[in-house]
Nanobody, 115 residues
C-alpha cells in the first residue's frame, strides 16, 4: 500500500511563488510516473504537470514557463515550483502517482492567490 502526502500550499499575492511537495511512502519497488492536478470550485479537474520515471516533463499550456515539476527519487518526492502566480491558479492541488499497475492520489493542498 502506498500513501501520498502533499504540503506547501497557502495564501500568496499575485506574482508570488510557492513550492508544493508530495511524498510517497509504503511499498514501492519500481520507478514510477508522478503528476499534479488541480481543481477550482465550479471547475473540472485539470492536469497541471507530469514527470516520468525518466524525468520527461509535460505542462498544461496555462502554466508553461511559470511552473516546474521535479522529483527526488531518493526521497520518493515530487515537487511543483510555482512562480508568477495568478488568481486563476487558485485551486486545490492534488498529487498522483502511477506505481506498477495502480494509481494513487494525495488528499490535496490548497493554493490561494489573492491580493
Amino acid at each position: 500500500q502506498v500513501q501520498l502526502v502533499e504540503s506547501g500550499g497557502g495564501l500568496v499575492q499575485p506574482g508570488g511563488s510557492l513550492r508544493l511537495s508530495c511524498a510517497a511512502s509504503g511499498s514501492i519497488f519500481s520507478m514510477y510516473a508522478m503528476g499534479w492536478y488541480r481543481q477550482a470550485p465550479g471547475k473540472q479537474r485539470e492536469l497541471v504537470a507530469t514527470i516520468s520515471s525518466g524525468n520527461d516533463t509535460n505542462y498544461a499550456d496555462s502554466v508553461k514557463g511559470r511552473f516546474t515539476i521535479s522529483r527526488d527519487n531518493a526521497k520518493n518526492t515530487v515537487y511543483l515550483q510555482m512562480n508568477s502566480l495568478k488568481p486563476d491558479d487558485t485551486a486545490a492541488y492534488y498529487c498522483t502517482a502511477q506505481i506498477q499497475i495502480r494509481r494513487y492520489w494525495g488528499q490535496g493542498t490548497q493554493v490561494t492567490v489573492s491580493s
